[in-house]
C-alpha cells in the first residue's frame, strides 16, 4: 500500500514550485507549510505532483474544510510563481513574476506588513496614478465576489473572496493596483468577462438587466445593490 508521506524527491519538487511559500497568503516560513493533496489522498491513494500543493497550516486547514474549493487551489498552483531576490541594503523581498529578475517584468512587489520596504515608491505609470481607473478595477473585484458569494448563499455554501485578484494576477501578470496604464482596457475586459460567467450574472444578461456599471458610468462606487435584488 501506497505511503501518504510523498517521496522526498517530490517533497522538494513541491515547495520548489511555490518558493518555499504558501501561495495563496505568503506565508514562507518553512516549519508552517504542508503538502496538500488536491484530489483527497482518502480517495486517489497516489502522489500526483500536478494535483498537489504547498500551502500554509492556515490555508491547509481551511482547504481540509472546504472552505477552499478545488478550482481556489489549482487557480492558485497555476498562479504566478514567487521568487526572492536581495533587495537594498540586504533586505529580501519577495516578487510575483515570471521569474526573469533581470529583466525586471511581470513582477509584483509584496512588502511584508511593518517592512521598512513599505516605503517603496510604487511603480510609474499604472492605474495608481488615476483613482477612477484603479476604483473602477476594485469595484469588478468586488461585483464578481458578490455575486459568487450571492451564489454561494443560493446554494447553502460558504464563499469567501480574494481568489478573482490570484486570477487576475494570472491573467494581466500584474496585481490590479499595479496593473500599467496601457493594461487597463485588458485588465476591465477580463474582470467584465467572469463577472458574466458568474450564474448571476448569465441570469441578468438573458434578463437584459444591468450586470455591472460602464466605466463611463462608474461613480466611485458603482452598481452595489444586492445581486437577487435588482
Not at 474544510?65 to 487557480?75: A, P, Q, R
Not at 510575483?96 to 512587489?109: E, F, H, K, L, S
Request: with cysteine.
Amino acid at each position: 500500500m501506497a505511503s501518504r508521506d510523498p517521496p522526498r524527491r517530490l517533497q522538494k519538487a513541491l515547495f520548489q514550485e511555490v518558493g518555499s511559500r504558501c501561495p495563496l497568503c505568503g506565508e514562507g516560513e518553512v516549519a508552517k507549510l504542508i503538502i496538500h493533496h488536491i484530489e483527497p489522498w482518502r480517495q486517489a491513494k497516489s502522489h500526483d505532483p500536478e494535483k498537489m500543493i504547498v500551502l500554509c497550516a492556515n490555508c491547509h486547514a481551511k482547504a481540509e474544510s472546504g472552505d477552499l474549493s478545488k478550482t481556489d487551489l489549482y487557480d492558485a498552483k497555476r498562479g504566478p510563481r514567487i521568487i526572492r531576490f536581495p533587495g537594498a541594503a540586504g533586505v529580501t523581498q519577495s516578487v510575483m513574476g515570471d521569474g526573469n529578475v533581470v529583466a525586471g517584468r511581470d513582477m509584483n512587489i509584496r512588502v511584508p506588513r511593518g517592512s521598512r520596504l513599505a516605503a517603496l515608491p510604487r511603480p510609474a505609470d499604472t492605474v495608481c496614478d488615476d483613482p477612477r481607473k484603479v476604483g473602477y478595477l476594485q469595484y469588478l473585484a468586488k461585483r464578481y465576489n458578490q455575486f459568487r458569494a450571492w451564489d454561494a448563499k443560493r446554494k447553502g455554501e460558504e464563499f469567501k473572496g480574494g481568489f478573482i485578484h490570484a486570477a487576475y494576477a494570472r491573467e494581466i501578470k500584474y496585481a490590479i493596483r499595479t496593473t500599467p496604464l496601457d493594461q487597463f482596457e485588458r485588465g476591465v475586459e477580463f474582470l467584465q468577462t467572469r463577472i458574466l460567467n458568474t450564474f448571476v450574472g448569465r441570469n441578468k444578461n438573458a434578463r437584459g438587466e444591468r450586470v455591472f456599471s460602464s466605466f463611463d458610468d462608474f461613480d466611485g462606487q458603482g452598481d452595489i445593490s444586492e445581486p437577487g435584488s435588482d
